[in-house]
C-alpha cells in the first residue's frame, strides 16, 4: 500500500547508475586530456561527444540490463523499444548515446506498457546533465 511507484524505483534506479558510472566518465577525460589539450576544437569537440556517448550507453546499458532477465514481457518490449523508439511515445535517436529520460520511457513502457510522463524524462535528462558538469568541474579544479 505505502511502497514506490514504478516511476520512484525507476527513476531512482536510473540516478543510481548516473552516479555509479561517473568514475568510469571522469577517467575517460582524465585519460584524454592530453589529446583535448593539444588537437583542434572539432577533433576535441569529438572526443568529448564520443567519451559522453560511452558514458550514457553505459547507464543505459546497466540499468536495462537488470530489467532485461526480469521477465520475457519486458525483454520483448525492451527489444521493441530499441527497433521502433516510437512505441515509447518519444523519438528518441540512439547515435549520441541514450540519455537517462530515453531510458527511463524506454524502461517504463517495457514495464507497464504505457508512454512515460514526459516531465520525468526531462528532470533525468537534467540530473544526468549536471552529474556530467559535475565531474568536469571536477576535472577542472583538480579533483
Avoid: W
Wanted: charged share 25%; aromatic share 8%; proline share 1%.
Amino acid at each position: 500500500m505505502f511502497g514506490l511507484s514504478t516511476k520512484e524505483v525507476l527513476s531512482k534506479a536510473i540516478i543510481n547508475a548516473c552516479y555509479n558510472c561517473k568514475k568510469t566518465y571522469k577517467s575517460a577525460i582524465i585519460e584524454n586530456i592530453d589529446k583535448l589539450n593539444n588537437c583542434d576544437e572539432e577533433s576535441a569537440d569529438d572526443l568529448l561527444t564520443s567519451i559522453r556517448r560511452e558514458y550514457l550507453n553505459e547507464v543505459a546499458d546497466s540499468v536495462i540490463n537488470t530489467f532485461r532477465v526480469s521477465s520475457t514481457a519486458i525483454s520483448s518490449r525492451i527489444q521493441l523499444a530499441f527497433m521502433s523508439p516510437q512505441v515509447c511515445g518519444y523519438d528518441i535517436k540512439f547515435e549520441n548515446g541514450i540519455m537517462a529520460g530515453s531510458v527511463f520511457a524506454i524502461c517504463y513502457y517495457a514495464i507497464k506498457n504505457k508512454i512515460a510522463p514526459a516531465n520525468l524524462c526531462i528532470r533525468l535528462n537534467h540530473i544526468q546533465n549536471d552529474i556530467i558538469d559535475e565531474v568536469l568541474q571536477e576535472i577542472e579544479k583538480g579533483q
